[in-house]
């Protein structure tokens, strides 16, 4: 498949879209992630000392006060996890507890409404799937251009390329 439109064909820049990003590309709210990496090592830290500022705690009671900052530190790593990976074959669509292989001919279309929390791709299937590696929460600016640069990816690999 080339690059360039058919004759006749406007280009996606004059059809008000930017070209596709080069492969492969990974979308990830950033942002979103520094923050709950930072928030998790914060509260491990700060646990942390307080056990060992407490005089009056057990050996147990220590390492339990540790133990739950370390068990928040994960809960907000797993909570940074999402991202979308687009390659040459597909996309994989990382989400907080699941991950998901596509080819480019199983999305038909890259939704971000005004009011939606992140990206929903329309899928060949009739189904919809919640891609959160793109999210418009923290950086409004930031995740329209990652979806417009994902959909330009879909409308030159996908099916609307081949049809």
Known sequence: ??????????SPAAQGTPPPPALPVTFRPSLVRIILITAGVAILVLLTVISFVLPQLSPGERSSFIFTGALCLAGLVL???????????????????SSRRLEWAQILQVNLRPGDPWVFLDLSDGTSLAAMGIQPGVSRERAITDARALRALVQTHGTAARG
């Open 1 to 10: 498949m080339s690059d360039t439109p058919a004759p006749g064909t406007p």
């Open 79 to 97: 909570l940074g996890r999402p991202k979308i990976v687009a390659d040459d074959t597909g996309l994989t669509v990382v989400n907080v507890a």
